[in-house]
């Protein structure tokens, strides 16, 4: 390798990164990880019932997936309140949605995990959107404040 493609590369991740949808989906591997990993801990390493394992590991991840969208993906400087609420009003709408889909495509070849596989497709595309645009999105008066100042 010539010597400056340790440059080129680390130029291409510095250009990567300046990408919300990528840090959107770094963001979203980890928080997967989180829940994942915290649910195989909670249950295989320390014996905790799986219904209790998976409840305690999705509400870290519920806070965590925040945290690290709020900050890492999107920058937000959106008030908490209202972007905790808007979050909560999405993983309702996720929660929902992911069940009709599991089940409607259960109904086919392509069974549950078809339809998980499906869900989590579609929530993916539309959870960045709705991040971006509702849930994280600063007050344009905030914005256009902050903007003046400069």
Do not use: C
């Not at 998976?54 to 925040?66: D, K, M, Q, R």
């Amino acid at each position: 390798m010539p010597p400056f493609a340790a440059d080129e590369r680390a130029t291409l991740t510095r250009r990567l990164l300046r990408s919300s949808v990528v840090r959107y989906l770094i963001a979203g591997g980890l928080s997967f990880l989180v829940d994942f990993g915290l649910l195989a801990l909670l249950h295989d390493v320390f014996g905790w019932p799986v219904w209790l394992a998976s409840g305690v590991a999705f509400l870290v991840s519920f806070a965590f997936t925040y945290t690290i969208q709020r900050i890492f993906s999107f920058d937000s400087r959106a008030p908490h309140g209202r972007a905790i609420l808007r979050y909560t009003l999405l993983v309702a709408f996720n929660t929902l949605a992911t069940v009709l889909i599991v089940s409607l495509v259960n109904t086919t070849v392509l069974g549950w995990a078809g339809g998980k596989v499906i869900a989590t497709v579609a929530s993916t595309a539309w959870n960045y959107f709705a991040y971006r645009y509702w849930v994280f999105a600063s007050d344009p008066d905030v914005a256009e404040a902050r903007t003046e100042r400069t």
